[in-house]
């Protein structure tokens, strides 16, 4: 498994991964676009999850090709990888479930967002990252839990609306089973390192 892992931090996969994830990245914000116009400002930076989630992992990732570690974008990147990667997923799901019907852009986003799950936690025997950096990307996941959820600045799903208390919740703690997952990863005594080729 290891042999694999190194794999995946040699340069023409990091560049590779590096065109992905900047393609994706602007996708995510240009998707949001409707939404954030009707943003109030002092929100704005809240509302794009995943885009700015694989915006963190873009970061890491020139790191990586400089062999350089950006330990706070690294944590950030893990956490809020597995936990959009993940939500869009099942929220796609859920509207296929609700609806009988899922638009062909729904499943790209289920398959790109699983994507996005996995090698959040494909990379993480080359974070190196620290309990604080963890620390503040708790309050940066639960903070944005607490925007989208108080204020309504979760992203629109309209026909979901009235499962909103329900999908809050289950963000919640979502957020905490990606935290404990990233510190088990990571930080854990036991947890697995490679260094970068």
């Excluded at 873009?58 to 993940?86: D, P």
Aim: hydrophobic share 55%.
């Amino acid at each position: 498994m290891k042999d694999i892992q190194y794999i995946f931090g040699t340069k023409p996969i990091l560049l590779f991964l590096l065109v992905v994830n900047f393609i994706g990245t602007l996708y995510g914000y240009y998707w949001y676009g409707s939404q954030l116009s009707e943003t109030p400002a002092r929100f704005i930076v809240f509302v794009p999850d995943s885009p700015t989630a694989s915006l963190f992992f873009l970061i890491v990732l020139i790191g990586f090709l400089f062999k350089h570690h950006w330990s706070l974008f690294e944590a950030l990147a893990i956490v809020t990888l597995m936990k959009y990667g993940i939500w869009a997923v099942i929220m796609n799901l859920l509207v296929l479930l609700t609806t009988g019907d899922l638009h062909w852009t729904g499943y790209m986003l289920i398959v790109s967002h699983f994507a996005m799950a996995v090698q959040g936690v494909l990379y993480a025997p080359y974070y190196r990252f620290k309990l604080w950096h963890l620390v503040i990307a708790a309050i940066w996941t639960l903070h944005n839990d607490f925007i989208d959820y108080v204020f309504g600045m979760m992203p629109n799903y309209s026909v979901l609306t009235d499962y909103m208390p329900q999908i809050g919740y289950f963000t919640f703690w979502l957020s905490v089973v990606c935290l404990i997952t990233a510190y088990a990863l990571v930080l854990s005594p036991k947890s697995s390192k490679l260094q970068l080729p």
